[in-house]
């Protein structure tokens, strides 16, 4: 665990020494210091923590086998005889293997573009950068990328085609999807939710939304049942995932649900973009509430999750009394250091160790 809260305390000494300088550069020559000062040296931590990990996850050495497998075909028998998997991410591992044998050059590249597509929208919309890569590391979908990784590949790729989500350009959208779709087949799940994500916030649909998913909490196993007449029929009940996550896994969601209720004045129902974010925010807690059943659909939350860290900096930033959002603050990275020490403490992912360590 050690490493892990290391990584968290380098997050918030970058951060807050961002925000001293830049406080002193304001008031000096009346300029904000420029992002870079902060994304360069935490995008180069995460690079390297991601992509020279160990092989302390089952999927790790799924994906090593998978890349040595499709590898061991010609390139266009890759896409014939190779293993059933999305063409996207065969396509990458056999234009990798073209140039090289060793799988760290796959973890290295996924985990490039997928701290490229987080901190390309987090440059772009958030309010307070570090606070929100600070969010993506303890709560957000980094570690995750670790035995997750095409899902967060996937889930990167349509967060980065947010802007025509908020301007509401449905082909070009449609066209992201698709693109996320050729790594991870659940990426069209966002094609409905390009509509249902734009309901306006209003009392009316969050009732709405409540009932709809105490319906669906009750009667989830039958549209379990339902789905895998179409996919999935090889899982079964004693399946990997087919059981319920742990509740402390659901804490957070709720709880960042919970705060954007409270403060959900602060945003503007005109505004795409805060529409957007919050209902995101919404259905991150329900995929979570419905992942007590079954922790597959954890998964499905990946996707929303991302909104999240925008919205509770952009919150923050909308507080007038400075001292209750220093207090805000303060508790708040309390919560996420705390969350992230018992999620990973014990799990598959505890203890960390470089790839080369083994």
């Given at each position: 665990?050690?490493?892990?809260?290391?990584?968290?305390?380098?997050?918030?000494?970058?951060?807050?020494?961002?925000?001293?300088?830049?406080?002193?550069?304001?008031?000096?020559?009346?300029?904000?210091?420029?992002?870079?000062?902060?994304?360069?040296?935490?995008?180069?931590?995460?690079?390297?923590?991601?992509?020279?990990?160990?092989?302390?996850?089952?999927?790790?050495?799924?994906?090593?086998?998978?890349?040595?497998?499709?590898?061991?075909?010609?390139?266009?028998?890759?896409?014939?005889?190779?293993?059933?998997?999305?063409?996207?991410?065969?396509?990458?591992?056999?234009?990798?293997?073209?140039?090289?044998?060793?799988?760290?050059?796959?973890?290295?590249?996924?985990?490039?573009?997928?701290?490229?597509?987080?901190?390309?929208?987090?440059?772009?919309?958030?309010?307070?950068?570090?606070?929100?890569?600070?969010?993506?590391?303890?709560?957000?979908?980094?570690?995750?990328?670790?035995?997750?990784?095409?899902?967060?590949?996937?889930?990167?790729?349509?967060?980065?085609?947010?802007?025509?989500?908020?301007?509401?350009?449905?082909?070009?959208?449609?066209?992201?999807?698709?693109?996320?779709?050729?790594?991870?087949?659940?990426?069209?799940?966002?094609?409905?939710?390009?509509?249902?994500?734009?309901?306006?916030?209003?009392?009316?649909?969050?009732?709405?939304?409540?009932?709809?998913?105490?319906?669906?909490?009750?009667?989830?196993?039958?549209?379990?049942?339902?789905?895998?007449?179409?996919?999935?029929?090889?899982?079964?009940?004693?399946?990997?995932?087919?059981?319920?996550?742990?509740?402390?896994?659901?804490?957070?969601?709720?709880?960042?649900?919970?705060?954007?209720?409270?403060?959900?004045?602060?945003?503007?129902?005109?505004?795409?973009?805060?529409?957007?974010?919050?209902?995101?925010?919404?259905?991150?807690?329900?995929?979570?509430?419905?992942?007590?059943?079954?922790?597959?659909v954890e998964r499905l939350s990946r996707f929303f999750a991302s909104y999240a860290l925008l919205l509770i900096p952009f919150l923050f930033s909308k507080m007038q009394n400075k001292n209750l959002r220093v207090i805000y603050?303060?508790?708040?990275?309390?919560?996420?250091?705390?969350?992230?020490?018992?999620?990973?403490?014990?799990?598959?992912?505890?203890?960390?160790?470089?790839?080369?360590?083994?």
């Amino acid at each position: 665990m050690e490493t892990y809260l290391l990584v968290a305390i380098v997050l918030i000494i970058l951060g807050l020494s961002f925000e001293a300088v830049n406080s002193i550069t304001k008031q000096r020559i009346q300029k904000k210091l420029p992002t870079y000062f902060y994304i360069v040296p935490s995008f180069l931590l995460l690079f390297i923590i991601s992509a020279f990990r160990g092989n302390f996850t089952t999927d790790y050495n799924n994906y090593t086998f998978l890349f040595r497998k499709i590898n061991s075909f010609g390139f266009f028998d890759a896409f014939i005889y190779g293993p059933e998997r999305e063409f996207g991410y065969v396509l990458l591992n056999r234009t990798i293997g073209l140039f090289t044998s060793n799988e760290i050059f796959l973890f290295a590249i996924t985990t490039f573009i997928i701290l490229f597509g987080f901190y390309h929208q987090f440059k772009k919309y958030s309010v307070n950068i570090w606070l929100s890569v600070l969010m993506l590391v303890t709560a957000g979908s980094y570690y995750a990328s670790f035995n997750i990784t095409r899902q967060i590949l996937a889930a990167s790729i349509i967060f980065i085609g947010s802007k025509f989500l908020y301007e509401r350009k449905f082909f070009k959208y449609l066209l992201v999807v698709l693109l996320a779709f050729l790594f991870h087949k659940t990426a069209l799940i966002m094609i409905p939710f390009y509509f249902i994500l734009n309901f306006r916030i209003n009392i009316r649909n969050l009732l709405l939304f409540f009932i709809s998913s105490t319906i669906l909490v009750f009667y989830f196993d039958g549209v379990i049942d339902f789905v895998q007449n179409f996919a999935y029929d090889n899982y079964t009940e004693n399946s990997y995932g087919m059981t319920g996550q742990n509740v402390a896994n659901v804490v957070l969601p709720i709880a960042f649900l919970i705060f954007s209720l409270f403060h959900v004045k602060k945003l503007d129902p005109k505004n795409n973009m805060h529409r957007i974010w919050f209902n995101a925010v919404v259905f991150y807690a329900i995929f979570n509430i419905l992942a007590l059943q079954v922790e597959m659909v954890e998964r499905l939350s990946r996707f929303f999750a991302s909104y999240a860290l925008l919205l509770i900096p952009f919150l923050f930033s909308k507080m007038q009394n400075k001292n209750l959002r220093v207090i805000y603050m303060m508790v708040l990275i309390f919560v996420l250091i705390l969350y992230n020490f018992v999620i990973l403490s014990d799990s598959v992912f505890d203890p960390y160790y470089f790839i080369w360590d083994k």
